[in-house]
């Protein structure tokens, strides 16, 4: 059993870990909620179809860099540490949200406007690529026995704060200023509010110490070990691609999303759908560490297999209950079922990816994987709003969720061939 004061120290230590794992999620949630308002800014088209498009496939261009910072920085990260990994992650993420919140519109600076945005979030999506798998490895590695699923849960849990905060200055901007101002200058309000974050996160997470696992390892694999033994396991990073899918889809289904959808498509008001997204945030927020908990004691693979059915069997049809007669109430039952088998499927699969990597090269495999898998998930806003145009049928995002559900359950029964699945540990 843990002191009181030795609880006090990790709960300490989860959140300087988990800190700038929030930066980087409120930044891609701002860019989500604000994306039409960022497209009229950067992306002047003759069609509102062609200028919210830009900016979603500006927003997914984030995810497409994501796998090359999984490889590198992954391969840094387990060669080098934890600690110094995630210091390098936080800066390079730090450049890319100071670049897109100060950036002047195209009107002011013609075409360097979209160009210096795309590349900011090539920065930030270089980060990401891998600040979320250091997190998810940061955190496996200093849990008590027994609590890993719970402490690895709040790697996504504090996505979730971002979530909720995002929505809540989107809400608070929503009323305090008119939908013109919004529109024109205020969506870089909640930017600003990011930047000035940046120090403080800065100053938390520098005082992190390296994890006892790592330091006491007598050989540290070298970058190139790293990537001959990435391609030795490149059926395990397959599994784990298949997996995250499903995490990836539904988590930008309803968060990034959901402020386009309801306004965009169900023609909902602006407060409403970000009122939706606070929701939903704080759902995650409680079902992540009560199912992350929950998979300490039933073990991994039941948790997944169960949700992902649920997701399979329920997406699409609630999402055509919603389009029948949109409505607030509606969205947010939707929303809220979906946070429920977002949540309760994610609290299990992190924790299991963590698991069935091998330890040498468990940040960058984990990364890798998670990476892969975001660039299709992570696309979801522009996927499904091609989806929605193309086939007229408003709730392509509940076949698209589905889609990739049945691809996650595969994902889990090949787990059980490729990997040796380990037992959940029990605390005494």
Known sequence: MLTREQRRSKIKTVVRVASGNFLEMYDFMVFGYFSAAIGRAYFPANSEFASLMLSMTTF????????????????????????????????????????????????????????LVVLGRLCQGFSAGVELGGVSVYLSEIATPGHKGFYVSWQSGSQQVAVAFAGVIGFALSHVLSPMDLQVWGWRIPLIIGCL?????????????????????KHHPTPSEIYASMLVHWRILVTGVAMVLMTTVSFYTITAYTPTFGREVLKLSQSDSLLVTLCVGLSNLFWLPVMGSLSDRLGRIPLLTTFSILAILTA????????????FNRLLAVELWLSFIYASYNGAMVVYLTEIVPVAVRTAGFSLAYSLATTIGGSTPVIVTYLIHSTGNRAMPGAWLSLAAAIALGGIFASRFTVQAPAPARSA
């Open 60 to 115: 997914a261009v984030g995810f497409m860099v994501r796998p090359l910072g999984a490889i590198f920085l992954g391969a840094y990260i387990d060669h080098i540490g934890r600690r110094k990994g995630l210091l390098v992650t936080l800066a390079l993420m730090s450049i890319g949200t100071l670049t897109i919140a100060l950036v002047p519109g195209y009107e002011t600076i013609g075409l360097f406007a979209p160009i």
């Open 316 to 327: 699409y049809p609630a999402m055509a209950w919603l389009i029948g007669a949109p409505s």
């Open 197 to 217: 974050i940046i120090p403080f996160i800065y100053m938390i997470r520098r005082t992190l110490q390296e994890t006892e696992e790592f330091s006491a390892r």
